[in-house]
């Protein structure tokens, strides 16, 4: 048994990341997964009986949740959306074009402080700029765009430094 500390999650269904199962406890302290076992103790424990214990989930590719979308929202508002629902990790998707990508990145940045307010945002997904002209999800849209080198350099920029 090790000694108590933050928070357990116990007798749960624990997804491994290897994609395994075991069923235990899994103690966590300052945020990160310190132990996975059985008899873990901790200051605040929670009866996971009878569901599953996930370490967290990765959103590779949202637009948005519910109103909220990631051209036109705020991006603290999303990531509250997404935290609600077991998300950790996120990489908005932004469907337009590189100039207004990069508006809307360069805004994300300066509104969370250069994404230090919203530690979930892994980073930015281009969905249309490169891969198709965008017109709201149509398939005659996913053709091949040509792309300037001045939006393009706009576009990095507004990811920020990597």
């Known amino acids: 048994m090790s000694e108590r500390t933050g928070l357990a999650v116990k007798s749960g269904r624990v ?31 929670i009866d996971a009986a009878g569901g599953w214990i996930l370490p967290g989930l990765i ?7 519910h109103t909220t979308s990631a ?32 508006r809307q990145m360069e805004r994300h940045r300066r509104e969370t402080d250069n994404l230090r307010l919203t530690p979930q ?6 969905e249309a700029p490169y ?10 849209a996913l053709v091949p765009v040509t792309v300037e080198t001045k939006a393009t350099a706009r576009t990095f920029n507004g990811m920020g430094p990597l």
């Open 59 to 65: 959103d590779l590719h949202t637009h948005g949740i």
């Open 15 to 45: 997804l491994l990341s290897d994609g395994g199962t075991y069923h235990g406890d899994v103690q966590l302290e300052d945020g990160k997964i310190r132990h996975v076992g059985q008899n873990l103790r901790a200051d605040l424990e």
């Open 131 to 140: 891969l198709a002209i965008a017109s709201g999800g149509s398939h005659k």
């Open 71 to 102: 051209e036109s929202g705020s991006l603290i508002e999303f990531t509250r959306f997404e935290g609600s629902h077991g998300t950790t990790t996120f990489y908005p998707t932004l469907f337009c074009s590189p100039a207004e990508s990069a």
């Open 121 to 126: 945002v892994g980073g930015f997904r281009l």
